[in-house]
């Protein structure tokens, strides 16, 4: 019988365990952690987005962009979606194509696939770290590289598999933190500390615009994060990773114009004349935030309110710009942009050119997604392909 070794329990390396077993071969998981699937169980905020109805290429980062089309055309949100339901996984899916279990708990997701694992008698070793590929290729036929990236390294992110990757000569593209939370060199950010509103972030690379996006920023006492930044945080640490000057504009009403803005301070300073600016701008921002942009401004209680401040106040809340000096680092991101160069790996079957019956499947690939399910998503699409060529493949292990 076949013997397979996958290293990493996550969501790639169980899926491929699963398929192996299934179709008759005798699978051994290794999982340096003492649980397996632990990203599996934090992710969506504990809900889990498995998926996305709408996967395409263009939502993946790679320095090989059309890498992943194979992948995600034949192991396609359908596919995946009657494999888990076969498993008896109800998902759910939201008007922009994320989905999540029906459960809304990511714990369902981590116990069904153990389970089947389990029951299917895939043995998995759970604190036992792999340190060598090498001496593993005496005991089995095919060996899985499915170790994730470094991001998350509480939940057993770690650089394992690039090493495992060099020891057959393969190459890395630089890793660096992406879907994070950004430092910011102005101070007045620990202010607002704990404030959270809905805006539309700009990005500036060596000065010109790269990119927009809308939704929710979290200041905190480094800097910021939320969903808009988490959004740009991909391109932002690949430019830091290059020595690029980063800049981010907030705007903090985009429902607002300079004009429309200025025009309704004016308006109800006109109609309450007793009221301060702090006051007027009370009913637009959070507390901490107006205080932060007054005190950005120099603006005192009593400063008159002219035209012209209004003007600078307006400019000021719809277009307030911050150098961002660093990533909140690998320990907190989500994903790794970087890891095994794609152009030596088979987009099919995930096989090694340079070593066969050596695969690598999942994040520890030069294969990033954006946020919304696409990271899982090729996850699940890789350790199924790689098993479909395991399992078709004439290897003999006695
Ligand atoms: C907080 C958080 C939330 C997330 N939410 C989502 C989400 O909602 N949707 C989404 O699509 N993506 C999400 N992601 C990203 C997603 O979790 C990963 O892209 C996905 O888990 C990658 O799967 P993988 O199988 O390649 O690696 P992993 O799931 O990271 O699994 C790799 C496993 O290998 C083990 N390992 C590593 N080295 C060794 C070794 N030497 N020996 C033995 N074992 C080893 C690790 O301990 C780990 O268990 C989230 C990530 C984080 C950190």
């Known amino acids: 019988m076949k013997k397979i070794a996958i290293i990493g329990a996550g969501a790639s390396g169980l899926l491929c365990a699963i398929e192996c077993a299934k179709n008759g071969l005798n699978v051994t998981v290794f999982e340096q952690n003492s649980k397996p699937a632990k990203k599996i169980l934090v992710s969506g905020n504990g809900r889990c987005n498995i998926s996305n109805t709408q996967l395409s290429p263009q939502d993946y980062f790679s320095q090989n962009p059309s890498f992943v089309t194979y992948a995600l055309q034949n192991f396609d949100y359908k596919a ?23 459960s809304n708990e990511a714990k369902s997701v981590a116990t069904l696939l153990m389970q089947h694992a389990t029951l299917l008698g895939v043995k998995i070793l759970t604190d ?54 950004l430092h910011l060199r102005e101070k007045i950010v620990k202010k607002m500390t704990g404030a959270k509103i809905f805006t539309e972030v700009s990005l500036y690379i060596n000065g010109q615009k790269e990119m927009q996006t809308q939704g929710d920023v979290l200041f905190s006492n480094y800097g910021v994060s939320g969903f808009a930044i988490l959004d740009i ?110 152009q030596e790996i088979n987009p099919k079957t995930f096989e090694s050119y340079k070593k066969k019956n050596l695969y690598f499947t999942g994040e520890v690939l030069d294969v990033v997604g954006r946020r919304g399910g696409f990271n899982f998503a090729f996850a699940w699409a890789s350790g199924y392909l790689a098993a479909q060529d395991i399992i078709k493949k004439k290897l003999h292990h006695n």
């Open 80 to 102: 995946f979606e009657k494999y888990v339901s076969d498993m008896g996984l109800v998902l759910q899916r939201t008007d922009d194509g994320r989905v999540y279990p029906l």
């Open 128 to 181: 036992t770290k792999i340190t060598t590929l090498t001496p593993l290729f005496k005991d089995y036929d095919a060996v899985v590289v499915a170790t994730g990236s470094e991001a998350a390294s509480h939940l057993g992110g770690c650089a394992d598999g690039y090493t495992f990757a060099q020891e057959f000569g393969h190459t890395i593209i630089p890793t660096f933190p992406s879907l994070v939370q």
């Open 233 to 342: 945080s991909h391109f932002v640490s690949e430019a830091l990773l290059h020595f690029q000057a980063v800049d981010i504009s907030i705007n903090l009403l985009p429902e607002f114009t300079i004009q429309k803005l200025s025009n309704h301070i004016q308006k109800v300073a006109k109609a309450n004349p007793l009221l301060s600016i702090e006051d007027i701008l009370a009913g637009l921002l959070p507390q901490k935030i107006l205080k932060a942009v007054l005190e950005t401004l120099d603006i005192q209680h009593a400063t008159p309110i002219t035209t012209k401040l209004t003007k600078k106040i307006a400019n000021q809340i719809l277009n307030w710009k911050f150098e961002v000096t660093d990533t909140h680092g690998f320990r907190h991101a989500e994903v790794s942009g970087g890891g095994v160069n794609t």
